[in-house]
């Protein structure tokens, strides 16, 4: 047998699947890493070289051969397809679906991997008149035989001009025989001047010089750094220098941020600093424009890629640095299909490059922490703000002593007209969106509930409508309780009653409103942010949107208006996501010359957790969750992962999770613990019950061991067949 060719073909199947070369193919002229067209059942279909084998599994007389080769080079260069393949087995995914993600829709649908150029000419019949006459009526076709016959060829532009609706006609003249289109590759804008102009800068603090040293001396060899920087510390200002020095080295930096939000103000500043392209890659992102990015990411034009969570994958001609701001945002993991983290793999590929990773954060996840604490990253303190700004100061405010209008005590209300009349804007944040999140029947106790989920749908007052913030269900507000005919009301508070309160409150005071209904359309969220910025916006309210790394100079009143959401959370992560919450939306207060303050309603003030951020701040609430999760045995101290079914009735979830149990029971051998099944804590959500199995290791190694050779049996189950189940290594959340 010729070499086989094993081949990642996008399909939801654990496995690669083998093919002989296309016909007339020398197998040693194909690299992993070139995409190919495949038979795939009745389909013609993308797929990707993983490897070449010497052999299969399968008879020769089984095997297809690959219809043709798409790449004279690979789109996947081998230290990503490596780590792409490693990712496939560490996260227990498809590999084709893995290396999918990694792919532009463009490259996936077959594209030109390499930009191209398209001219179009007439046919050598079309010349030599050996074709039928058009007919003279044709006017549009005979004036575009005319308009090629005086030239050798035209490209996109000249036609263009010519005409705006050349292109029918031209598809028609084709169509025919009279007309056919060459392509060529363009040729590749040479490398970024790595003498580039650089803007303006200011001058770094002594912290941050001993920073940026630190990473430059980390040159050429893999280190991972831990930039713990307080709110305002000019943590970005470390990433621009370090960068400097990649660029003047004629490589590249890997920028990853957690929000699509937070890309237009870095890209801002990073191209007021460099004099050269940069490419920018997230999901909003039109398909041509994201294929432009991964281009001249790949070609190396590009000195600096910017992106969100997929960027990680993004090709890097000469890599040089990763960086990883907001580390501990919780965007970084995917939840659903490939649920990676990216931040730990910009961890892994920087250490198969061999290059430095910074991770940059105010509020470090506890596993980034750990890693410190064990030697495996170095941190990088910038204790103190840059400008010489002062810290805010954090002040409880007790519910049960104070009252309230809509949600908002009296001492905080006198605060804000106390700030907006020192000329100060002051930021709300209350992360529920929607004017109220229950709409209640006084009368009979009647509270509106989603019929697809357990729970509750929130009332969205200036729709007049009724969502489900979990699975999109709407419905009109009712007139009156559907059980007794009385008049409903909404309760409790979501940032469009907030909205409405603040608008009463103080009158005639410019106000916005942040959240994802707020800044639908697109441009919406930077406009709001601009005007916010600028100044002529005195009151701002919002949902998380508002925490992550937005500088706001003349905020100088931050407002929580409800910090007893994570308190009490059934997930062992909810009181470090409420502790970096907090944190993070307090640092945007007193960011400038003036002070900052912040308060925090809440109706346990005496709460452990709050009080260690009041009086110890972020460092202080770390160490005691340090010590409380290693005591415990749970991440960072061990390792977990989660299988979880759903189907349209409560027992076939839980009858494979059994079952599943016992495969996984025989083969533990007592180094895997097995928790549950169990009902998820909301049970039914979008019109299926689900349930979870939870599997927990001390180490890495017995529970990855056991994945490989339980997950196969698992596949084989007949009770699979009757549920949708999913396998989430290294979980953020137990939903």
Same mark, same amino acid.
């Given at each position: 047998m010729s070499a086989v060719l094993a081949i990642a073909v996008d399909a939801p199947l654990r496995r690669l699947f083998d093919y002989r070369p296309p016909l007339h193919t020398d197998p040693a002229t194909l690299q992993p890493g070139v995409r190919l067209w495949v038979p795939f059942g009745r389909r013609r279909v993308v797929g990707v070289l993983a490897a070449l084998r010497a052999e299969s599994e399968l008879?020769?007389?089984?095997?297809?051969?690959?219809?043709a080769v798409i790449d004279a080079t690979p789109?996947?260069?081998?230290?990503?397809? $490596?780590?792409?393949?490693?990712? *496939?087995?560490?996260?227990?995914?498809?590999?084709?679906?893995? +290396?999918?993600?990694?792919?532009?829709?463009?490259?996936?649908?077959?594209? *030109?991997?390499?930009?191209?150029?398209?001219?179009?000419?007439?046919t050598a019949a079309a010349r030599t008149g050996t074709?039928?006459?058009?007919? @003279?009526?044709?006017?549009?076709?005979?004036?575009?035989?005319?308009?090629?016959?005086?030239? $050798?060829?035209?490209? =996109?532009?000249?036609?263009?001009?010519? @005409?705006?609706?050349?292109?029918?006609?031209?598809?028609?003249? =084709?169509?025919?025989?009279?007309?056919?289109?060459?392509?060529?590759?363009?040729?590749?804008?040479p490398a970024f001047d790595r003498d580039a102009r650089i803007g303006p800068r200011p001058d770094p603090t002594p912290d941050q010089e001993r920073a940026i040293a630190a990473i430059a001396a980390a040159s050429g060899r893999h280190a991972s750094f831990l930039l713990h920087g307080v709110t305002g510390s000019g943590k970005t200002e470390v990433y621009l220098r370090a960068i400097e020095d990649v660029v003047r080295r004629g490589e590249q930096a890997l920028v990853l941020v957690p929000e699509i939000s937070l890309t237009p103000q870095l890209v801002a500043r990073f191209e007021a600093r460099f004099d050269a392209p940069l490419a920018v890659m997230? @999901?909003?992102?039109?398909?041509? #424009?994201? !294929?432009?990015?991964?281009?001249?990411?790949?070609?190396?034009?590009?000195?600096?890629?910017?992106?969100t969570r997929s960027a990680v994958f993004a090709p890097l001609a000469r890599a040089g640095l990763i960086v990883v701001d907001e580390e501990h945002d919780a965007s970084y993991k995917q939840q659903e299909g490939f649920r990676y983290s990216a931040r730990d793999l910009a961890l892994a590929r920087a250490q198969r490059l061999g290059i430095p990773v910074v991770l940059g954060s105010a509020t470090p996840s506890l596993e980034s922490l750990e890693r410190v604490g064990s030697g495996r990253s170095t941190r990088l303190g910038l204790p103190v703000r840059a400008a010489g700004a002062r810290p805010p100061t954090?002040?409880?405010?007790?519910?049960?002593?104070?009252?309230?209008?809509?949600?908002?005590?009296?001492?905080?209300?006198?605060?804000?007209?106390?700030?907006?009349?020192?000329?100060?804007?002051?930021?709300?944040?209350?992360?529920?969106?929607?004017?109220?999140?229950?709409?209640?029947?006084?009368?009979?106790?009647?509270?509106?509930?989603?019929?697809?989920?357990?729970?509750?749908?929130?009332?969205?007052?200036? =729709?007049?409508?009724?969502?489900?913030?979990?699975?999109?269900?709407?419905?009109?507000?009712?007139?009156?309780?559907?059980?007794?005919?009385?008049?409903?009301?909404?309760?409790?508070?979501?940032?469009?009653?907030? =909205?409405?309160?603040?608008?009463? !409150?103080?009158?005639?005071? &410019?106000?916005?409103? +942040?959240?994802? $209904?707020?800044?639908?359309?697109?441009?919406?969220?930077?406009?709001?942010?601009?005007?916010?910025?600028?100044?002529?916006?005195?009151? !701002?309210? %919002?949902?998380?949107?508002?925490?992550?790394?937005?500088?706001?100079? $003349?905020?100088?009143?931050?407002?929580? !208006?409800?910090?007893?959401? %994570?308190?009490? %959370?059934?997930?062992?992560?909810?009181?470090?996501?409420?502790?970096?919450? +907090?944190?993070?939306?307090?640092?945007?207060? %007193?960011?400038?010359?003036?002070?900052?303050?912040?308060?925090?309603?809440?109706?346990?003030? #005496?709460?452990?957790l709050l009080a260690q951020l009041v009086e110890g701040g972020y460092d202080a609430y770390a160490e005691?969750?340090?010590? #409380?999760?290693?005591? *415990?045995?749970? &991440?960072p101290f061990a390792r977990i992962a989660v299988l979880r079914a759903e189907a349209a009735r409560r027992e076939p979830p839980m009858a494979f999770l059994d079952r599943a149990r016992e495969l996984a029971a025989a083969q533990a051998g007592g180094e895997v613990e097995l928790l549950g099944p169990a009902a998820a804590p909301m049970e039914r959500r979008a019109g299926h019950y689900r349930a979870q199995l939870l599997l927990h290791a001390r180490s890495h190694g017995p529970l990855q061991r056991l994945l490989s050779r339980w997950l196969p049996e698992v596949e084989a189950m007949p009770e699979a067949r009757r549920v949708r189940w999913s396998i989430d290594v290294d979980p953020l959340e137990l939903f």
């Open positions: 008879p020769e007389s089984r095997l297809k051969p690959a219809h789109v996947l260069d081998p230290a990503l397809l $490596d780590l792409l393949l490693w990712s *496939a087995d560490y996260y227990r995914h498809p590999p084709g679906e893995v +290396i999918a993600a990694a792919l532009p829709a463009a490259l996936r649908s077959g594209a *030109a991997a390499n930009a191209t150029t398209e001219r179009w000419t007439l074709l039928p006459p058009l007919s @003279s009526r044709a006017t549009r076709l005979n004036e575009l035989v005319d308009f090629l016959r005086e030239r $050798d060829a035209a490209d =996109e532009a000249e036609l263009l001009a010519r @005409s705006p609706r050349w292109r029918d006609p031209m598809r028609e003249l =084709e169509k025919r025989g009279w007309a056919t289109r060459l392509r060529a590759e363009t040729a590749r804008t997230h @999901s909003s992102l039109p398909d041509t #424009e994201r !294929l432009q990015a991964w281009r001249s990411a790949r070609d190396g034009t590009a000195p600096v890629v910017i992106g954090l002040r409880l405010v007790d519910l049960r002593r104070h009252a309230g209008t809509h949600g908002i005590a009296t001492p905080v209300v006198l605060a804000i007209g106390r700030h907006l009349e020192q000329g100060g804007q002051v930021l709300l944040y209350l992360n529920r969106r929607g004017y109220a999140p229950s709409l209640f029947c006084p009368s009979c106790g009647w509270v509106a509930p989603c019929p697809r989920c357990d729970a509750r749908l929130t009332v969205h007052q200036r =729709e007049h409508r009724l969502h489900c913030h979990h699975c999109g269900t709407e419905q009109r507000v009712p007139e009156t309780c559907p059980d007794c005919g009385q008049p409903a009301k909404p309760v409790g508070q979501g940032t469009e009653r907030i =909205e409405e309160t603040l608008a009463q !409150l103080f009158p005639g005071v &410019p106000l916005a409103r +942040i959240d994802r $209904d707020a800044v639908r359309r697109r441009g919406a969220l930077e406009s709001a942010l601009d005007r916010v910025t600028r100044g002529e916006v005195r009151l !701002l309210v %919002g949902t998380q949107m508002l925490t992550k790394g937005h500088h706001f100079p $003349d905020v100088t009143l931050v407002v929580v !208006l409800n910090a007893d959401q %994570g308190l009490f %959370g059934t997930d062992f992560r909810a009181s470090e996501r409420l502790a970096q919450t +907090i944190v993070q939306v307090a640092g945007r207060a %007193g960011r400038a010359e003036r002070p900052g303050e912040v308060l925090i309603q809440t109706e346990y003030p #005496e709460h452990p005691a969750a340090l010590a #409380e999760r290693r005591q *415990a045995e749970w &991440p």
